[in-house]
């Protein structure tokens, strides 16, 4: 179960370099474990267990209990089925849509699945995005999304293990590595590594678009990018900020001398009922991020 107790001391610097020498997510430990599993969808397959290729270009998943697994899908996968698993794929896909999206599900996970690549033409505008913002018990684990102008886009859940690299972007567009758009459900943001080499918007972001911002673990990622590399919440659009603990996160000046092309840290209220910033420190010298 993820835990609101502090990582261990650090004592490496410079994980940015090769996050996995320091045991953070990269491309050698997140997405697809095995490629010669992969059949290609509709090439080689066209239906699975709870799923079929529909034919106006994306991979349905409308059973409950669907397994979707060693597939490379040439266009999104739409998930409306509950309990729902993917896992070891490869999905293609640019433009203005999503790799996978979840719509109304319960408990969906999605683990060890490459979505986009480096350098997509045009990019894809998000690899994994909640829909209505309403999904349930989502686990999104060991991902490696590329590409991509916002990583992760979901509002509850757990986000641990994915390797958010190689974003993209045109004109208009907000980059994020993982954001949410404003919640009281639980979300766990976990030991991922999220670069963002543009000078907007984050690494991570919390923002009050729909609601208000609470009940948040935001611990142990190695970040990097992005306008202000986190955004705390606090815009006080929906009301105060409450019980986000931001806890033992490495910040990296890979991108920009202060983090984000502006900062490390914006809108995160200490006030807040439960707000607790501690531990988070610079990867190249360990010294604290305050």
């Known amino acids: 179960m993820p835990s609101s107790a502090p990582p261990s001391t ?33 090439e080689d397959v066209t239906s699975g267990t709870g799923w079929h290729w529909d034919g106006r270009g994306w991979l349905a998943v409308t059973g409950d209990d669907a397994l979707v697994e060693n597939v490379q899908v040439s266009g999104p996968i739409d998930v409306t089925g509950k309990d729902v698993t993917v896992r070891n794929a490869l999905v293609l896909v640019s433009g203005d849509t999503w790799g996978v999206a979840l719509r109304h599900t319960t408990n969906a996970t999605i683990t060890h699945t490459t979505i986009g690549s480096k350098g997509l033409t045009p990019r894809l505008l998000v690899g994994i995005k909640d829909i209505y913002g309403d999904a349930v018990g989502t ?50 943001i976990e030991h991922n590594t999220v670069l963002n080499p543009f000078p907007q918007t984050d690494a991570i972001g919390l923002f009050q678009d ?3 911002e609470a009940d948040r673990l935001v611990s142990d990622n190695l970040l990097a990018g992005g306008g202000y590399t986190l955004y705390g919440g606090d815009n006080q659009r929906f009301g105060v900020t409450h019980d986000i603990t931001v806890l033992g996160n490495r910040f990296s000046r890979l991108y920009f001398p202060t983090g984000g092309s502006y900062g490390p840290v914006a809108s995160f209220d200490l006030q807040g009922k439960g707000n607790t910033w501690a531990g988070n420190y610079w990867d190249e010298d360990l010294t604290p991020v305050n």
Request: charged fraction near 15%; charge should be neutral.
């Open 139 to 188: 686990s999104i684990t060991a991902n490696d999304i590329a590409g991509a102008s916002t990583g992760v886009q979901i509002g509850s859940g757990l986000i641990r293990d994915n390797y958010i690299h190689d974003l993209g972007m045109v004109e208009g567009d907000h980059v994020n590595g993982i954001t949410s758009n404003g919640s009281s459900r639980r979300l766990v």
């Open 210 to 212: 729909f609601g208000v």
């Open 10 to 42: 650090p004592t490496a610097t410079r994980c940015i370099t090769i996050p996995s020498r320091c045991g953070y997510p990269d491309a050698s430990t997140a997405g697809a474990l095995d490629h010669s599993a992969l059949r290609r969808v509709p």
